[in-house]
């Protein structure tokens, strides 16, 4: 009966403390070890009762919660960021903003003046003008000004705190000194870098 649960329950060592508190004698330990250990190795990983059971503390979604916020913490805005970013000017009109985010794939683009940021506008935000008056309207008559905006230094956790509590999914990533603009942040930015993180940790694990 030990030997047969150290098995597929894939907990050899709990088993024998088990066995000898059972027994209230430690004259079967050696034999139990030799008979748990055969029984461990034959039955293998793949056969155990408990269906959902990982390898790691790390890969058990009732220990994510344990992982997810110290690892947040730890990788930076600069590391997710988009730097490849298209900014437009508050002189432009609505119509350029319109076609550029359609032909690009974008749901925001960044406004800036001289360098710096003065403001974000939406997909959202240009549809909401007619289009016979999108070509005489100028983007900084739509714009949010002075956009909630991230620092390359930030830890993403402070990135999707701002995403959420301000209900946006972007944000413009400036110089903390010069306010110019490096790049830009979505939602899908921070996962895929979380993803990449995570992967690595695996692959080290594993390594």
């Not at 098995?7 to 066995?19: D, E, H, K, N, T």
């Not at 432009?92 to 925001?108: I, P, S, V």
């Not at 400036?174 to 996962?191: F, H, R």
């Amino acid at each position: 009966m030990m030997a047969l649960f150290a098995g597929v329950g894939r907990a050899p060592i709990a088993v024998i403390l088990m066995v000898s508190e059972m027994t209230g004698t430690l004259a079967l330990l050696a034999p139990s070890m030799v008979a748990v250990i055969l029984a461990y190795y034959v039955t293998g990983p793949n056969y155990t009762i408990y269906r959902s059971q990982v390898l790691r503390r790390s890969e058990s979604p009732a220990h994510r919660g344990e992982y997810n916020v110290p690892l947040l913490m730890r990788i930076r805005v600069s590391d997710a960021m988009n730097s490849n970013v298209i900014s437009m000017s508050p002189l432009d009109t609505a119509q350029k903003a319109y076609l550029t985010m359609l032909e690009r794939g974008f749901k925001g683009v960044p406004i800036v003046d001289s360098g710096k940021v003065v403001g974000i506008v939406s997909l959202g935000d240009v549809l909401k003008i007619a289009r016979e008056k999108m070509a005489s309207t100028s983007l900084a008559e739509v714009m949010t000004a002075d956009p909630v905006v991230a620092y390359p230094q930030e830890a993403l956790l402070e990135v999707l705190n701002k995403l959420t509590n301000h209900g946006i999914g972007r944000l413009p990533v400036v110089s903390k000194e010069s306010g110019q603009l490096l790049g830009i942040i979505t939602m899908t930015d921070a996962m895929r870098a979380y993803d990449r993180v995570l992967e690595t940790i695996a692959e080290s694990i594993k390594g």
